[in-house]
C-alpha cells in the first residue's frame, strides 16, 4: 500500500520496470517528471508530466505537486507517458537553444548587436521566456548551469531513440544532438 511519485528523467523502459515493482508490492506508483530547473524549483514553478496511477495523482495533486510547482498534467494510466512528453518538451528546449545560440553567434558575426537582436525577438511572434533568459548570459559568455549539459544530451538522446521508436521524422533533433 505505499505510494512511489518519481519525479527523474529516465528511459521509458526503467519507469516501467519501476512501476511494475512497485506494484508488485502492492504499492501505487506515478511517474512524475517535472519541466523546469533550479530556479523555477526554488519559485515552486516546475510543471509535472504525470502518467500511471490516476488514484495516486489525484492524491498528491493539490497538496504535493502544485505545491512545487504551477502546473500539473496528467497524460495516461499508462507509466511511460510521463516520460514521452518530458522527453518532446526537453528536446524542443535543446534545438531552441542551439539554434537561437548560432543565430546570436551569427549576429555577432555579422556585425549586429545580439542584445538588440534578442529584443527583436523578445518582441515578436518566436518570443520565448528562455530566450529572454538565455540570451544576455550567452552573449556575456556566462556559461553557468541550472540544467547541466550531460542531462540535456541524456535527455535529448533518449528523446532521438523515442523518435526512431515510434518512426518519427526528427532530423532537426538528431542534428542538435550532435
Do not use: W
Amino acid at each position: 500500500g505505499k505510494y512511489i511519485v518519481d519525479c527523474a528523467t529516465l528511459a521509458e523502459a526503467d519507469m516501467t520496470s519501476m512501476d511494475e515493482a512497485v506494484k508488485a508490492k502492492g504499492g501505487f506508483f506515478l511517474e512524475a517528471p517535472v519541466s523546469g530547473s533550479k530556479v523555477p524549483a526554488a519559485n515552486g514553478q516546475l510543471i509535472f508530466l504525470c502518467a500511471g496511477s490516476q488514484d495516486l495523482f489525484d492524491k498528491v495533486v493539490e497538496d504535493g505537486l502544485n505545491v512545487m510547482g504551477k502546473a500539473s498534467y496528467f497524460f495516461s494510466a499508462t507509466v511511460g507517458f510521463g516520460t514521452r512528453a518530458k522527453l518532446v518538451v526537453n528536446s524542443l528546449m535543446g534545438t531552441m537553444v542551439a539554434a537561437f545560440g548560432e543565430g546570436l553567434a551569427l549576429s555577432e558575426n555579422v556585425g549586429l548587436d545580439p542584445l538588440k537582436i534578442i529584443e527583436v525577438i523578445n518582441g515578436g511572434a518566436i518570443q520565448s521566456p528562455v530566450y529572454g533568459l538565455k540570451g544576455p548570459k550567452m552573449i556575456a559568455k556566462d556559461h553557468a548551469t541550472n540544467f547541466p549539459l550531460k542531462h540535456a544530451h541524456k535527455d535529448m538522446k533518449l528523446a532521438c531513440e523515442m523518435a526512431k521508436a515510434a518512426g518519427a521524422e526528427y532530423s532537426v533533433m538528431d542534428k542538435a544532438e550532435e
